[in-house]
């Protein structure tokens, strides 16, 4: 133990002794880091929003629906219905989580001389849509509980329809026996979500109107809505064993956020790439301080050397110069990187909408343990690897020529 520290005070020693080329060092470290760790922490902000408003709006935490509905349910959904009555025991859910039922309906909505299609989901306005975080408001208000004959319209279909708040648009839809249920209803609000094609057909209404229109009475899913988005795979467990197989299919909503999985993909296919550049800053800048080092203290690694210090030692020396640069470099990033998470939040600029994307966002930072630990990681395994070789060429000088050289 008592020779680890002094190994550790003797390379501290050594970067002291090289201020500036140490200095250099640990800013380029620094920089990178800071990069990486704000790429990743502004990504895993956005994503984070993006996720939560594709679970509130769409999909829930958990989904229960009949057998073969997520497959071929859009395309005849009246022969996947569920009963009316909720079958799922709230006891086997974390605490505050609510079960909430949705109807999917598809017609045409008119207003004046504009008719044109919508995908629609009838919704209980006490449990569902209760927040931002499910769709954002841009004009009225959202639905809300005792609301009937109300509806709530996606950004982009009531702009095609040119309706706003307060006025009255027609719905029609086919109804399981084939016939036509139409039924006038007063415009509540226009909301935006994160998805734009979502927001060009969605027409949302209270879920007394939707069976009213349909003339059903149960529903085609299940949405259960957790507090805490992390829960949601230990609560998949006990709802699944709860409800028979043959009768209910219990998807998370991973399982079902296609697109949120593909964007999110295809971003963190963007932070490798910069991780990857990080990882050659710090290499090509380490390499080359290191090998300064080496060559500028060559008589003294002969002395070393000829006093009895070990290959090992003085390979074990140099790469713990190293390490200390990666762990003090990224400590610098790290800081630097909270320091610019504070800023964005005082600022409280707000970000365009990636593309395909409705509605802008806050733009912030995310920054996780396991993120600062990556980091961390990175940078004293990739200083400690770009110290190798010179660390290996001073360990293989011969002693007398070493010595030599110095003078």
Not at 262 to 267: E, G, H, N, Q, Y
Not at 331 to 348: D, F, H, M, P, T
């Given at each position: 133990?008592?020779?680890?520290?002094?190994?550790?005070?003797?390379?501290?020693?050594?970067?002291r002794r090289q201020f500036r080329r140490s200095l250099t060092a640990l800013l380029s470290i620094g920089f990178g880091v800071a990069a990486l760790l704000v790429a990743?922490?502004?990504?895993?902000?956005?994503?984070?929003?993006?996720?939560?408003?594709?679970?509130?709006?769409?999909?829930?935490?958990?989904?229960?629906?009949?057998?073969?509905?997520?497959?071929?349910?859009?395309?005849d959904p009246w022969a996947y219905m569920l009963p009316g009555e909720i079958a799922v025991d709230s006891a086997l859910l974390p605490p505050a989580s609510t079960v909430s039922p949705r109807l999917l309906l598809n017609g045409l909505v008119s207003f004046g001389e504009l008719t044109l299609p919508f995908m629609s989901e009838g919704i209980d306005p006490a449990r569902d849509m209760l927040d931002d975080?499910?769709?954002?408001?841009?004009?009225?208000?959202?639905?809300?509980?005792?609301?009937?004959?109300?509806?709530?319209?996606?950004?982009g279909l009531a702009r095609q329809l040119e309706v706003a708040p307060g006025e009255s648009v027609v719905l029609l839809v086919n109804t399981p026996t084939g016939?036509?249920?139409?039924?006038?209803?007063?415009?509540?609000?226009?909301?935006?979500?994160?998805?734009?094609?979502?927001?060009?057909?969605?027409?949302?209404?209270?879920?007394?109107?939707?069976?009213?229109?349909?003339?059903?009475?149960?529903a085609h899913a299940w949405l259960v809505f957790l507090q805490d988005t992390s829960a949601t795979a230990s609560a998949l467990g006990p709802v699944r064993n709860a409800l028979p197989a043959d009768a209910f299919d219990v998807q998370p909503w991973y399982?079902?956020?296609?697109?949120?999985?593909?964007?999110?993909?295809?971003?963190?296919?963007?932070?490798?790439?910069?991780?990857?550049?990080?990882?050659?800053?710090?290499?090509?800048g380490i390499g080359n301080t290191m090998m300064m080092s080496v060559l500028e203290r060559t008589g003294e690694i002969g002395t070393v050397m000829a006093l009895g210090n070990t290959r090992a030692s003085v390979l074990r020396g140099f790469l713990l110069e190293g390490a200390l640069l990666g762990l003090l470099g990224a400590?610098?990033?790290?800081?630097?990187?909270?320091?610019?998470?504070?800023?964005?939040?005082?600022?409280?600029i707000e970000m365009p909408p990636p593309p395909t994307f409705a509605r802008s966002y806050d733009a912030a930072l995310l920054i996780t343990p396991p993120m600062v630990l990556e980091v961390l990681l990175i940078a004293i395994v990739t200083t400690t690897l770009a110290s190798f070789y010179p660390a290996w060429r001073a360990s293989r000088m011969e002693i007398v020529e070493a010595i030599r050289h110095a003078r």
């Open positions: 133990m008592s020779a680890l520290l002094m190994s550790l005070l003797l390379a501290l020693r050594n970067l990743t922490g502004f990504n895993a902000a956005m994503f984070e929003e993006f996720r939560e408003a594709t679970i509130r709006s769409q999909f829930g935490h958990l989904q229960v629906t009949r057998p073969g509905f997520q497959e071929r349910g859009r395309s975080r499910s769709l954002r408001i841009e004009q009225g208000r959202r639905l809300a509980a005792g609301d009937h004959r109300h509806v709530v319209l996606g950004e016939q036509l249920g139409a039924a006038e209803a007063e415009v509540a609000g226009v909301f935006s979500s994160f998805s734009q094609e979502f927001d060009d057909a969605a027409l949302l209404l209270p879920l007394s109107l939707a069976r009213e229109l349909a003339q059903v009475e149960g399982a079902l956020a296609e697109f949120y999985a593909r964007a999110s993909a295809l971003f963190q296919q963007q932070l490798d790439l910069v991780k990857g550049i990080v990882v050659f800053i710090i290499l090509l400590v610098l990033g790290v800081l630097a990187a909270l320091g610019i998470g504070q800023l964005l939040a005082l600022a409280a």
